[in-house]
């Protein structure tokens, strides 16, 4: 259809401007003739002077004629360049039809111009066609679906306290392999609300990671976990959230596909949670963001973890009647140490309170820790993310091995003067985690190679008892990951976990975890 346009132009242009060319120069021979006649109809001149001023006006005239058919023929030559350069982008678009043409044919065959309609409808079918996502339109709103299926085979040479994904060694020497699909993850984004000046958007997320039935093929039965679930308005530069969400204390994780549940390194050096909280964030100068946040105080401890209760029962942090607070200040910079790639440096405070109660004593701890969290670009193809922290009573963030407090603590005076009354005492620790990354330059870029170690040391003089349980006492892990991109969508991973977990009594227990992890992403 576009040739057709093309042709018809061209042979316009082409046949008209030369007839134009031609009737310029035919128009100066009649002005030619014209001009002459008069001064040769076959009577006798009798006036010299008036005959030379007529020739002399002719020839001015002549100059005229001449002077525009010239500016003729330059728009004729500028007119085929354009029809030369029209030609070329009319051909090249040709190749590529699409329902969104200005024109279509009439029965007849003849090119007419589409509808407004018509022109809408194409539209609206080239953007469904192009479009790389599950969303729709409700109203003004966009309605996303996204998750991540997640196929995880896994071996252990020793026991575990999971084995999918692993936090600590224990004392059971059974090794095991299987393979499990519970860390899928299903969500909705919801985007296109306003409520005056603000855009509102708001998640919905959940996994299979909520625990296992109890019958015999329980183990391939993930019950479905609440992850996030949050609404966010957002201004020019501050922002209001209201939902469960990550925390924003330590808020980073090392990047693999054997642990997506579960951070990696959990117990190990990297707290995390999701808490119910009312989040503000507010951007200021250049690169620099403030968040704070108050939080539903979960301190770690619920009293029927391991069990399915369809009844909520308080915890310490709950029992305390005092929310977590949590406050952070982080810079972004958008070319890090010139590597053309951006990264980030924060750092964090948490406190709250726990009400622990044991048999007749009830006394109330203090929870609260300081962090710093990085992820930066060392170079172009080389990364560097990690945290550290220091604190007390952080089992809600699974630190102190996911050890909070000490209800049966004893110091040797209390031994040697044979006290009856045992203490409640908070467990300090401290600990973190790094991650190296390499991204290769083969393979399309598309293999990257981490490197990772994460540590969390309790302080042994807080797990000190009189009844000789048995804490641990120091956590150590390190691990190797391998992640090839095979598509947009789908990832493949390999990773070798080791962890090495100390006791306060026993020796120290220590397991391999070997992992191949597929992640398809939509």
Not at 56 to 76: F, Y
Not at 430 to 436: A, E, F, N, P, V
Not at 463 to 474: D, E, H, P, Y
Request: charged fraction near 20%; glycine fraction near 12%.
């Amino acid at each position: 259809m576009k040739s057709v346009i093309y042709n018809g132009v061209l042979l316009i242009a082409l046949v008209g401007c030369p007839c134009l060319s031609l009737s310029a120069q035919d128009s100066v021979a009649d002005n030619k003739v014209k001009d002459v006649t008069p001064a040769n109809a076959g009577v006798e001149k009798t006036d010299n002077k008036n005959d030379l001023k007529e020739k002399k006006d002719a020839k001015k005239k002549e100059g005229k004629v001449n002077e525009r058919v010239l500016q003729l023929e330059s728009q004729v030559r500028k007119m085929q360049a354009e029809l030369e350069t029209l030609k070329k982008l009319l051909l090249s678009g040709s190749q590529n039809p699409t329902l969104d043409e200005k024109t279509a044919k009439s029965d007849t065959g003849v090119p007419v111009a589409k509808s407004p309609k018509d022109r809408a409808t194409a539209t609206a079918s080239k953007k469904k066609a192009s479009k790389n996502d599950l969303s729709f339109d409700v109203g003004s709103y966009k309605i996303t679906p996204y998750g991540i299926i997640f196929f995880n085979a896994y071996a252990n040479n020793n026991g575990t306290n999971n084995v999918d994904d692993p936090l600590w060694a224990t004392s059971n020497p059974a090794g095991n392999a299987s393979a499990s699909g519970r860390q899928t993850r299903l969500g909705v984004k919801i985007e296109g609300g306003r409520i005056g000046d603000a855009n509102v958007s708001g998640v919905v997320e959940a996994d299979f990671y909520g625990g296992l039935p109890a019958v015999g093929v329980g183990e391939n039965m993930g019950v479905l976990r609440f992850r996030v679930a949050k609404v966010k308005l957002a201004w020019e530069k501050t922002s209001l959230q209201i939902g469960q969400d990550w925390v924003i204390f330590a808020p980073n994780s090392p990047k693999s596909l054997a642990a997506a549940a579960i951070p990696q390194f959990a117990a190990a050096g990297n707290l995390w949670s999701r808490l119910p909280q009312i989040r503000v964030e507010r951007t200021f100068g250049k690169g620099f963001k403030w968040q704070g946040a108050v939080l539903a105080p979960g301190t770690g401890d619920f009293p029927l973890g391991g069990a399915t209760p369809l009844l909520l029962q308080p915890g310490t942090g709950s029992a305390s009647k005092t929310p977590f607070f949590q406050s952070r200040i982080s810079y972004t910079n958008a070319n890090f140490f010139g590597s053309g790639k951006g990264g980030t440096i924060g750092f964090a405070g948490h406190y709250g309170r726990s009400r622990v109660t044991s048999g007749a004593r009830s006394n109330e701890i203090d929870s609260w820790g300081a962090a710093a969290d990085w992820n930066i670009p060392l170079v172009k193809r080389v990364s560097l993310s990690g945290e550290a922290f220091y604190g007390k009573n952080l089992a809600g963030f699974q630190g102190g091995i996911f050890q909070g407090y000490n209800t049966d603590f004893g110091t040797s005076m209390d031994y040697e003067g044979g006290s009856s009354v045992p203490g409640i005492r908070g467990i300090g620790t401290r600990g973190g985690w790094t991650q190296l990354g390499w991204n290769l330059p083969t393979l399309d870029d598309r293999l990257s190679i981490y490197g990772s170690m994460g540590i969390d040391d309790p302080h042994n003089e807080d797990l000190v008892t009189r009844s000789g349980r048995n804490f641990r006492t120091r956590n150590f892990g390190y691990a190797f990951d391998a992640i090839y991109k095979v598509s947009k969508n789908l990832s493949l991973g390999w990773e070798f976990r080791r962890l090495e977990t100390s006791y306060f009594f026993t020796p120290k227990k220590e397991a391999n975890h070997m992992n191949f992890g597929a992640a398809f992403k939509f």
